[in-house]
């Protein structure tokens, strides 16, 4: 079993519409919940982390952990053109200095005009 | 601020042939990455160092890949002799040393094909 398992997609969405993607994950050593986007030919760039199980609220973008689980999520309401692209979610354990990053395969979003 | 710089951006060789990444990170950022990502998968850790000593080089195919980062600032990723299956981004990123959460910094990555 992977350590991160990530929905592979592709995903195609018409503008407007809420998008959800998730991964899970077997390691109750992650401490840090991560949701990167990449575009195409691009690094991946962080769109947000989170540490504790909960919610967490950016703009558009809503990232959720639930630890009991082992199930994160992000939400993207309102979805625009500008956000098709790959969608990774990414974990961490460690210490200061010494985090070890486990990605997902990566979701690619398509938002439709 | 600038970002991480990765050169060269493309490069295509033969198999059993050598080729060499740089990757220089933002400046003070004590820690540094490389990762392989093949086409339609996540990121893989290479190596990781934290200023200029090797903190994980667990999944590095020492048999031909090697990594140094002199100084403790940029580094070079060498892969000795290439095979078919390396054909792949090579991404650098890097973060500062700080308590608790460290966001990782990422380069455009370097495109490299194996014929």
């Known amino acids: 079993q992977k350590e991160v398992e990530q929905d592979p997609g592709p995903l195609s969405v018409p503008e407007g519409a809420i998008v959800s993607l998730n991964c899970t994950y077997s390691?109750?050593?992650?401490?840090?919940f991560m949701w990167y986007r990449q575009y195409s030919r691009k690094g991946p760039e962080l769109l947000m982390y989170?540490?504790?199980?909960g919610n967490k609220e950016d703009g558009r973008f809503t990232a959720q952990v639930d630890k009991s689980s082992k199930y994160i999520s992000l939400f993207i309401r309102d979805s625009q053109p500008s956000d098709s692209a790959t969608y990774l979610c990414?974990?961490?354990?460690?210490?200061?200095?010494?985090?070890?990053?486990?990605f997902g395969t990566g979701t690619r979003l398509k938002v439709l005009a | 601020e600038a970002g991480v710089a990765q050169s060269p951006r493309y490069k295509i060789i033969e198999k059993r042939q050598s080729v060499a990444f740089w990757c220089n990170p933002i400046?003070?950022?004590?820690?540094l990455y490389w990762y392989q990502q093949i086409l339609g998968q996540g990121p893989k850790l290479l190596i990781q160092?934290?200023?200029?000593?090797?903190?994980?080089d667990s999944q590095l195919p020492k048999d031909r890949f090697s990594a140094e980062r002199l100084k403790g600032v940029d580094s070079t990723l060498k892969i000795q002799p290439a095979k078919l299956e390396d054909s792949a981004v090579y991404l650098c990123?890097?973060?500062?040393?700080?308590?608790?959460?460290?966001?990782?910094?990422f380069g455009p990555g370097t495109r490299l094909t194996v014929l």
């Open positions: 990123a890097s973060s500062p040393i700080l308590a608790g959460y460290n966001e990782q910094f």
């Open positions: 390691n109750s050593a992650f401490q840090y």
């Open positions: 989170t540490y504790s199980s």
């Open positions: 990414a974990m961490s354990a460690g210490t200061s200095g010494t985090y070890k990053y486990i």
């Open positions: 400046s003070g950022h004590a820690t």
């Open positions: 160092f934290q200023n200029n000593g090797v903190v994980d």
